[in-house]
């Protein structure tokens, strides 16, 4: 019985869930962000993997997207600065407002950077 009542509050929570919107989501989008180093120390590997993110993206919009949408990458540079990586990652979040942040590098950046993703 508790099973069977659960399953329907559920059930009929599910649409007003899926109403809600999201962040980065719209019915055709999906924005994902990342932070790379396009400059400085290691802008030779931040730059490579950007392009891979690119063709990645480009491959998968191709195929038809993400349950029918498309992905839009927003890519920023930290220059292998956390000071950069927090001013990236504001970016990405307020401005760009993606829904997920991807394939960021480096763990001083990394750690300067969540606190703003994860308000």
């Not at 599910?14 to 962040?23: C, E, H, S, V």
């Not at 180093?37 to 891979?52: E, M, N, T, Y």
């Not at 480009?58 to 001013?87: Q, T």
Request: cysteine-free.
């Amino acid at each position: 019985m508790k099973l069977a009542i659960t399953t329907l509050a559920l059930a009929l929570a599910a649409p007003a869930a899926l109403a809600q919107a999201t962040q980065g989501v719209s019915k055709n989008e999906i924005v994902v962000g990342s932070i790379q180093d396009l400059s400085g120390p290691i802008a030779g590997f931040g730059k490579q993997v950007r392009l891979g993110m690119i063709m990645r993206v480009d491959e998968a919009n191709e195929l038809g997207g993400v349950n029918g949408r498309k992905l839009r990458l927003v890519v920023e540079d930290s220059a292998y600065d956390p000071r950069k990586a927090v001013l990236a990652a504001q970016k990405l979040v307020n401005q760009d407002k993606i829904f997920a942040m991807i394939g960021h590098i480096g763990t001083a950046q990394n750690n300067a950077a969540m606190p703003v993703q994860f308000e």
